[in-house]
């Protein structure tokens, strides 16, 4: 399966394997977390590894990566600052790089976190066009307190081989004080699929047909299951 959705790894203190059981957000203080997860759904085994430091200032740094079997292996770092504002209200801003393949993709990004409900806008300029993706998380265990596992519903705005479209995560996990982590994650989202064209032209006078692959964005529904450890 090879998705289309890369943009949203771009900053993975907002995936659903960063070790914090509330706001995808980085926590307030200093310190380093990193951590190596396993990721399987019906299609693909993948692998990440991530690492995270922040100073008392609010200023972090995070690098990311990720190898699929029988694929490419990615790279993402970001730097950026967090803001808490009031006890409700924390802001982040910062920017991003993603390495997929030798092609490189920059992007700033910006966003808060109030209460239950976080917001990250991810701006990036691609082929002379200014895009504009867009991330909402919903923190269940800040309307439920007592759930014995940590769940989020997060929702995707962004443009794709030309296309507006959207996706939507249901995310359950659970952090152990031994470190291990175990989670599930329910989504409809999209993905590059392959389509045969069939292109008409004239030529000399002459009636020609032609047939290539174009990719085009396509749906589907996906289970992923993720393993892994914390340090």
Do not use: C
């Amino acid at each position: 399966m090879n998705m289309i959705m890369f943009w949203v790894t771009l900053f993975s203190l907002l995936t659903a394997h960063q070790p914090s059981e509330e706001s995808p957000l980085p926590n307030l203080g200093s310190g380093f977390n990193s951590g190596l997860y396993i990721n399987y759904d019906t299609s693909t085994l993948d692998i990440d590894g991530i690492f995270e430091f922040q100073a008392n200032n609010g200023l972090f740094f995070e690098i990311w990566g990720n190898s699929q079997i029988n694929s490419n292996a990615s790279l993402n770092t970001s730097v950026g600052i967090i803001k808490k504002i009031n006890s409700r209200l924390i802001t982040v801003g910062g920017y991003s790089n993603y390495i997929d393949n030798n092609l490189i993709n920059h992007e700033i990004f910006f966003g808060w976190s109030v209460n239950f409900f976080t917001a990250i806008t991810f701006s990036s300029l691609e082929e002379g066009d200014l895009l504009f993706n867009h991330l909402g998380i919903i923190d269940i265990n800040s309307l439920v307190s007592k759930l014995p596992f940590d769940l989020t519903f997060n929702g995707i705005s962004s443009t794709e081989l030309g296309e507006k479209g959207s996706d939507f995560f249901i995310n359950f996990s659970k952090n152990f004080q031994s470190g291990l982590y175990l989670g599930y994650a329910f989504s409809r989202e999209r993905y590059e699929d392959e389509q045969m064209k069939t292109l008409t032209y004239i030529k000399n006078g002459e009636t020609f047909t032609k047939t290539q692959i174009i990719s085009v964005p396509a749906k589907n529904f996906f289970n992923t299951l993720s393993l892994g450890i914390t340090f």
